[in-house]
Each structure stands twice: as structure tokens, then as C-alpha cells.
């Protein structure tokens, strides 16, 4: 009745791709590296395979992502949008070798570190606007993130210049149509919501940048707004 | 502190069930299903029908198989939403009548946090993040700085849903569920049938991975291409392994070392062993339960109500609509909002009606 199964066992600790890599992150569905590749500062991201799925699909999926990322990083670097630089691309271990950003902070954890310290939030504001104006580019480049939260944005050092890099792109795909960006915001603002609690303003104005900054921004915001009503807004059953 | 009983009425959907819980136990719990035939699905006022028909049965056999009177029953809980409009209301007639002919206090419970109570009751789950998956609902819902949040969710149809469809387009019995038949055929598949695989972010999508399968069906199985089975393999295959990545993101998001699944689909034993895999691969516990509770029921209604009861919740007859809509988490619109606003100037305080509010919080809705 109460099936409780589920061993707790460490995760199986693999080699890494590269000698003298260090593991640094183990994320929901790759392993991060850090070192050296061909003498500069590289992140290896390691797409680990999930025994949980059937291997055919399995497959399927991580070579899909990983050419995937690759392919919209080198997209969103040809709009000028920052982005890390793609060193390599390994398709037999679905590894992707990038430029390391290094002594980022990522923009969660800035907003969390300036709502906690209390100071001055104006700067949060800019940021937001930034981010607006940044995925405004991005999708009129037809670019669709699929996986956008505020962990997925890096600020490179000194933080105050906000100078933000996007990364994490195995969800991404190419798309012109208004309800994939509409989705693509919907995606972010639960995600920007749910992670940093009272920040309904901040991602208002994050939205009036972003459709101050698009040529296509009328249709994406209606398309959003289409959005929202659907999933838990409807009427369910069950 | 003396025991509390609680009567629990449940019809949301195609089930209606009464069940009785004294203080964590489960005294009785039984429950009819209006099954359609092939082909076809549930519709609201055949269903209600169907209920109408069998409740008092029910509640009759509830009573009896806990061996209590209606004097033995502190509390009648029902459940306010969401669901079917007819059916809801069907029960809710119900209750109204048993709480004035018995002179007990009425509660509305939300369905979503009946699910959720009785899975937590059942398994023992401290803090999981749980994976709610039905014919009307697909979320997944953890706790995080201080109250349970909808991290991810359909943004269209409910994988239920999606699989009761299917079942109707290959004309698969819904005797006892079509879900159940198609786990069944599913184990006799093969070959996996490629389907779009559609997750975003968090969320996830059925209805074009359904527009797909029901294009391209009848097409594979003339030309011999693929077999039924192969079909409900592959769907499953696909529909699962997208819910367990959203749930595995969810976890790793929040930190937690427990899921739980709940909710009909819930008892799928393919889905249960691929949240069993996910988790053992990060140092996680899975917790499920059977189709005694995944399964819409009574008890579950009269666990959650159970919760609300002891802290002094109750719901006044002029209160005791229904909803139909998911939005509702367990307090009512405008006490809601009366209650929010001096909390709002407590600072981050929590108040609310809600059924969570006693052990950490309030459930709430993410956006709006």
C-alpha cells in the first residue's frame, strides 16, 4: 500500500570527459564541469542519460538538446545577445564545451541577495528592464528559450553593470509564432514569481520593456494573456 | 482531546464515494463508477445521473462498514470543487441535507488538497513535492519558502485526459477505467512509435502530442505499421517521462528528498517505477498509494476535512456552493481577501482559512 521503495543512494559518480575537470553542479539533467580547455576557462556540460526513460527516447532527446543548445548559443551571439562562446561539441557523450563565465552570479541569486540586504531596489528595476529588453531581441531573432528562469540568466562581474548572459538553452527551439513567445514568457514569469515572492512590479516592468523593445510585441502580450487563462484557470475536473 | 469522525462525500467526476476517517484512520471507504461505453466519455448530467442514483447506497454502506451511526459523526465534509458542475452539485445536495437533518457542521473541501492530505496520510511523506496527475489535473506542487506553490502544470489538457481520449479513438473499454486498460495493453507493447515530446520550462502539453496520435492511428494500425499495444506503449512512454522531468526539475529547484504521486493516474505502476528510477538516481524517496486513494474517494475529502475541522473551520450553509474551477484552494473569495489585508500589513505573516494553515502555511495559487 505505502510503497515507499525508492533506495536513497548516492547518484553514480562517473569519470569526467576531460582530464582535470572538476564536477561542479549536478543538475535536474546534466552534470556541470569546470577547467581548462585548450588553455581557457571552460564549463563542460555533461547530459546524463535517465534510465527512467526509454532508451530509444532517451536518445532521441539529448542528442536533440545538445545540438540544440549549441545551435541557438551561436544564434543569440550572431544577434549580439550575450551569450557563452560554444568551444565544442561532443554528439558521442552529449557533451558541450563552453566559455566559463567566470565570477557570475546568476540573477536569482542577486535578487535574493539585494531583497535580503534590504538596500536600495531601483537597481532590481533596471535589471528587470534589462532582462525585457534582452528577450525582446531574442525573440524577434525567433528564439525560443523553453526553459527561461532567472537561473538561466547570468550577470558578469561587477554585477551593477548588468551586463546579463543567457544561458541553458536544451529547451530551446526556433519559432516565428506570437503563442510560442507568448508561452515563453508565461514560462518565465511563474518560474520569476514563484522564486522571488513579491516581485508582481518588478516583472510588470520587465514586460513594458519587453514591449517597448519588440517589433512583434503586440501579438506575443495578447498571446501571454491567452495563456494564462488556460491550464489551472479553466474549469477542471477530476 | 476527544476523537473526531469525519463523513467525507466525493463526486467530482465519474466516482462518488463516502468515506469515513477518525483521527487518521480510514474506517471505511466505498465508492461507485459510472462507466460510459466504449468510445465515448463522461458527461456532466448522465453522470450526475449516475450518482444521484447510487450516493445513499453509498453513504449507507459507509456508515455500516465503520459500524457508526450518524450520532458517531462530528463533521460532514464534501467536496466544493473543482470539478463537473453537476455531479459537484449532486453531493453537495447530499451533505447540505445530512448536516441539517443530523445537526452537524458542513465543510467544502477543495478536491486538489484532498488528494494531497490523503497521500500524505497514507505514506507517511513529510515534505514531498508532489506530483498530482488525474483525468481533470496535472501539477506539481512543492513546498517552498513557507507555502505549498504549483511549480509546474499542464498549460492545456490534464494527462488523464489525454489518455481517456486516446482510449476512445481506439475504442477501449472504460471498464474499469481506460486508463487501466491501456496500462494493461501497454505492457504487451514494443516498438516505440515516435510522438512529440513537449515540455516547457516546468510545464508541460498533451493536446498536441493527442492531435497527433489520433491523426496518425488509424493510419499505423491499417498499414500494419504498429499494433494497439504498441500505440498505448508509446503514449505512455512519453506522457510519463515528461511529468517525471518536470517533477525531477521541481525536486532539484527545491532541494526536496521526497515525491509523491497522487491522483488516478498516480496509480499507474509505469509511472510509479519511473519516479521510483528518477528518484534512486538522486538520493530521493518516492511515495505512492493504490487505487484504494490515488482514486477520487470519500476518505480523502473526509481527511482534508478532518485537518480543517480541528482547527475550527466550518462552512456556513449560505457558504456552500460549489466551483468548478481550479482556482479555489480552500478559502472562500471574500473571506479571503478580508483576511489578507491586515496580514499583508503583519509583514509577510500568513493567514488564511486555508486547510495548511495550522501545520505551515497556506497553499496558494502562484500568480493572480
Partial sequence: ?238 | MPAVTVLGLEGSANKVGAGLVRDGRVLSNPRRTFVPAPGQGFLPGQTARHHRGCVLAVLREALQEAGLEPADVDCVAYTKGPGMGAPLVTVAVVARTLAQLWNKPLLGVNHCVGHIEMGRLITGAQNPTVLYVSGGNTQVIAYSERRYRIFGETIDIAVGNCLDRFARVLKISNDPSPGYNIEQMAKKGQKLVELPYTVKGMDVSFSGILSHIEEVAHKMLASGECTPEDLCFSLQETLFAMLVEITERAMAHCGSQEALVVGGVGCNMRLQEMMRIMCAERGAKLFATDERFCIDNGAMIAQAGWEMFRTGQVTQLEDSWITQSAVWWGTPPDRGRAQQAPAQAAHGTQASESPWQHRRGQLSVRRR
Fill in chain 1, 1 to 238: 500500500m505505502a510503497g515507499g521503495g525508492g533506495e536513497a543512494g548516492a547518484c553514480a559518480v562517473s569519470p569526467p570527459p576531460l582530464q582535470g575537470l572538476q564536477l561542479v553542479q549536478q543538475g535536474a539533467e546534466a552534470r556541470l564541469y569546470r577547467g581548462q580547455f585548450l588553455g581557457r576557462a571552460a564549463v563542460v556540460k555533461l547530459r546524463f542519460s535517465k534510465r527512467y526513460r526509454h532508451p530509444a527516447l532517451e536518445e532521441r532527446l539529448s542528442r536533440r538538446r545538445t545540438a540544440q543548445e549549441a545551435r541557438s548559443l551561436l544564434r543569440c551571439r550572431r544577434a549580439g545577445i550575450s551569450a557563452p562562446v560554444v568551444y565544442f561539441v561532443d554528439y558521442v557523450s552529449n557533451c558541450i564545451y563552453l566559455e566559463d563565465i567566470v565570477e557570475s552570479t546568476t540573477v536569482r541569486d542577486y535578487i535574493t541577495s539585494v531583497q535580503q540586504s534590504g538596500k536600495d531596489t531601483s537597481n532590481l528595476f533596471l535589471l528587470a528592464e534589462k532582462i525585457g529588453e534582452v528577450l525582446a531581441r531574442m525573440h524577434d531573432e525567433d528564439l525560443i528559450h523553453g526553459d527561461l528562469t532567472t537561473s538561466n540568466m547570468l550577470l558578469r562581474p561587477p554585477v551593477e553593470e548588468l551586463d546579463l548572459v543567457l544561458i541553458d538553452f536544451g529547451l530551446s527551439f526556433i519559432s516565428g509564432l506570437p503563442e510560442d513567445k507568448g508561452v515563453d514568457l508565461y514560462v518565465l514569469e511563474k518560474a520569476f514569481l514563484s522564486t522571488h515572492p513579491n516581485t508582481d512590479t518588478l516583472f510588470e516592468a520587465l514586460l513594458k520593456k519587453y514591449s517597448a523593445t519588440s517589433k512583434k510585441s503586440s501579438l506575443v502580450i495578447k498571446k501571454l494573456d491567452e495563456v494564462r487563462l488556460r491550464g489551472r484557470k479553466r474549469s477542471m475536473v477530476g
